[in-house]
């Protein structure tokens, strides 16, 4: 089994640099390196960046602040990088950078194939588990978190240099399939599939559609919900005989399998989601038994009431029940993982720890990444720790990054008018639509053709439902408001599309005019923003990278395209006479568009060129 490793990814950008200046100097006076940590500064009208260790230590060492500041300047005489370094109120330290100094990062990150990003420094090989979509439904607004979020931590940490597995663990097993089983069975008797005196074969075309499907399955999951003892106890059944290999069943669920997937292939396509393996819980089936038979053998599985359970609670672990009589007893928190039913089938949990088996003989991952609902952390809790507790992993290689909900101007989650659950391939084709009516109203795509004006259309509406999850943080629950997510103003994806097809624009006109991007030279304060935005994508990609965080990727972009604009609006870029001056804004337009693009491909967006 692969040892754990934590990861470490080296930074080149201003701020790292700096810190590490700093805390040197820190070091050289007798203090701790700690110190010297450099942050953005929060005024950047008076500075770049700032330092406010002289404070701590000071106090540590019975000092005076200002005298440790003083000091800790003296060590940065004839720093070319800075402009100037000043000693701010009781002791802070404020770093201006030169004009050269950004000129020159400028020029290293347009010469840069990576753009300033930074590389894992040890490659591990991380599996992202981010589908889990289930047999016999369409995929709701709910599934569009977990696939998006994954998608673009799973293109980021390729990027970054680590060997990535997408993974869409299919929901193909378990009691569901008994309950498809017995429901299809209720209103089709006679077909093969349950006479199990038929020796075959059986037929080759589908008995059902996945509108069946989705007809079938929520009145048999009501059925149970409404405690139909009989109706359970059938379902069981039928999912034990299912496991157990009933050739009719196993015959029945593989159409069940093929309708579906078509169909979620078909969703994950329209929003740019791919999946390396598209393997479901029943290629865990294989490793149950096996390891139902390694979990008794190490004395963790435990009788239950007929069942078969593992304890998982450490001692001490407990949360207070109450009961239905009005009592309260303390039991173990969190609870067993019911491993095997009084029925003898594998449970849910059973075939996730099963999976962790599988994906371990078979990869060997050194990190496996869960990207689920945060209303699964109780069951994600019950697996890692059976499987820690089994030996199948070890203690962090399995983490849960949890996410929030989508949820409705209630603030509970997303529901259609009617109450019903928005479909994502619905919800996709809404986003199309409104975004053809939004480039109509803004008066752009006139000149496209109808072809490039539909992948525009659909460019758009993907970036406002992609980008619209990506800038919250995961674990945020927000407000799912297409009208908003649909503008071409403030922090939306059209709005970063639109950008990147100005810059496009830009550059398309001066090949026009014949003029070319040259040596960037920084001088006016819009360029040295710009700059110090397109030094900070190193810091946002480890950031997410390290915090499975893409929002603050999705900031970062954000914030470069307003950088932009800004630029744009007070640096005339085509006009005037001078012509190194055109030459160095050309350049940075050009890598502004290169960086920008980066960003939104690691997000899973794509500009369109015109609009």
């Given at each position: 089994m692969p040892a754990f490793t934590e990861a470490f990814i080296e930074s080149h950008d201003f701020k790292t640099e700096l810190s590490a200046s700093t805390a040197s100097a820190f070091v050289a006076e007798g203090f701790d390196a700690s110190a010297g940590r450099v942050n953005a500064s929060d005024r950047p009208d008076l500075a770049d960046f700032q330092c406010n260790g002289a404070l701590a230590v000071a106090k540590a060492a019975k000092a005076n602040p200002r005298e440790v500041a003083t000091r800790i300047v003296s060590h940065f005489d004839g720093d070319a990088r800075l402009n100037k370094l000043e000693i701010a109120g009781p002791g802070f330290?404020?770093?201006?950078?030169?004009?050269?100094?950004?000129?020159?990062?400028?020029?290293?990150?347009?010469?840069?194939?990576?753009?300033?990003?930074?590389?894992?420094?040890?490659?591990?090989?991380?599996?992202?588990?981010?589908?889990?979509?289930?047999?016999?439904?369409?995929?709701?607004?709910?599934?569009?978190?977990?696939?998006?979020?994954?998608?673009?931590?799973?293109?980021?940490?390729?990027?970054?240099?680590?060997?990535?597995?997408?993974?869409?663990?299919?929901?193909?097993?378990?009691?569901?399939?008994?309950?498809?089983?017995?429901?299809?069975?209720?209103?089709?008797?006679?077909?093969?599939?349950?006479?199990?005196?038929?020796?075959?074969?059986?037929?080759?075309?589908?008995?059902?559609?996945?509108?069946?499907?989705?007809?079938?399955?929520?009145?048999?999951?009501?059925?149970?919900?409404?405690?139909?003892?009989?109706?359970?106890?059938?379902?069981?059944?039928?999912?034990?005989?299912?496991?157990?290999?009933?050739?009719?069943?196993?015959?029945?669920?593989?159409?069940?399998?093929?309708?579906?997937?078509?169909?979620?292939?078909?969703?994950?396509?329209?929003?740019?989601?791919?999946?390396?393996?598209?393997?479901?819980?029943?290629?865990?089936?294989?490793?149950?038994?096996?390891?139902?038979?390694?979990?008794?053998?190490?004395?963790?599985?435990?009788?239950?009431?007929?069942?078969?359970?593992?304890?998982?609670?450490?001692?001490?672990?407990?949360r207070k029940k109450k009961l239905d009589d009005g009592s309260v007893v303390e039991v173990p928190s969190p609870p067993p993982l019911l491993a095997v039913s009084s029925e003898g089938s594998a449970m849910y949990g059973t075939t996730d720890v099963a999976t962790i088996v599988q994906r371990q003989k078979e990869f060997g991952p050194d990190l496996s990444l869960y990207i689920v609902d945060q209303r699964q952390a109780e069951h994600f809790e019950q697996v890692f720790r059976t499987a820690y507790l089994a030996g199948y992993a070890q203690e962090r290689q399995l983490e849960h990054a949890a996410n929030g909900t989508v949820n409705g101007p209630d603030g509970t989650p997303f529901k259609t008018r009617d109450g019903g659950t928005l479909k994502l391939g619905d919800l996709i084709s809404q986003a199309v639509e409104k975004?053809?009516?939004?480039?109509?109203?803004?008066?752009?795509?006139?000149?496209?053709?109808?072809?490039?004006?539909?992948?525009?259309?659909?460019?758009?509406?993907?970036?406002?439902?992609?980008?619209?999850?990506?800038?919250?943080?995961?674990?945020?629950?927000?407000?799912?408001?297409?009208?908003?997510?649909?503008?071409?103003?403030?922090?939306?994806?059209?709005?970063?599309?639109?950008?990147?097809?100005?810059?496009?624009?830009?550059?398309?006109?001066?090949?026009?005019q014949g003029l070319a991007a040259g040596l960037i030279t920084v001088t006016e304060p819009a360029e040295r923003e710009l700059v110090l935005l397109l030094d900070g994508f190193d810091n946002a990609l480890k950031e997410t990278y390290l915090k499975r965080a893409p929002n603050i990727l999705a900031d970062h972009v954000y914030r470069l395209a307003q950088g932009f604009s800004k630029f744009y609006a007070n640096c005339p870029v085509l006009v005037g006479e001078d012509a190194a001056l055109k030459a160095s804004r050309l350049g940075l337009v050009s890598l502004i568009l290169r960086q920008l693009e980066l960003g939104l491909d690691l997000m899973g967006l794509s500009a369109p060129e015109q609009m």
């Open positions: 330290l404020n770093f201006t950078l030169s004009h050269g100094a950004l000129s020159d990062r400028a020029n290293a990150l347009a010469a840069d194939p990576r753009i300033g990003a930074p590389k894992v420094a040890q490659k591990r090989k991380v599996m992202i588990d981010f589908g889990g979509p289930n047999v016999a439904k369409e995929m709701h607004i709910g599934h569009l978190r977990t696939a998006v979020i994954g998608e673009s931590l799973k293109r980021t940490l390729r990027f970054l240099g680590d060997e990535v597995i997408g993974d869409a663990h299919f929901g193909d097993w378990g009691l569901q399939m008994g309950q498809l089983i017995v429901g299809l069975s209720e209103e089709q008797p006679d077909l093969p599939y349950f006479d199990a005196g038929f020796t075959g074969p059986y037929p080759a075309e589908t008995p059902v559609t996945l509108a069946d499907l989705g007809r079938i399955y929520p009145k048999s999951s009501a059925r149970i919900k409404a405690k139909d003892a009989a109706f359970l106890a059938a379902a069981r059944k039928a999912t034990k005989e299912l496991q157990d290999g009933r050739p009719g069943y196993r015959a029945l669920w593989q159409h069940f399998v093929v309708v579906s997937r078509e169909a979620l292939k078909r969703d994950y396509a329209a929003l740019g989601v791919e999946f390396d393996l598209w393997y479901g819980e029943s290629d865990a089936d294989p490793y149950v038994e096996p390891m139902i038979a390694d979990l008794k053998a190490k004395g963790l599985l435990v009788e239950d009431n007929g069942a078969q359970v593992v304890h998982v609670a450490r001692p001490g672990e407990t975004a053809n009516a939004r480039l109509h109203e803004a008066g752009l795509g006139e000149g496209l053709s109808e072809a490039a004006f539909a992948d525009t259309a659909h460019k758009v509406a993907v970036a406002a439902l992609k980008f619209a999850e990506l800038s919250n943080h995961r674990l945020t629950n927000y407000i799912f408001d297409l009208d908003r997510f649909m503008s071409f103003e403030g922090k939306t994806g059209p709005y970063l599309l639109y950008q990147a097809v100005r810059m496009k624009s830009i550059l398309r006109k001066a090949g026009e």
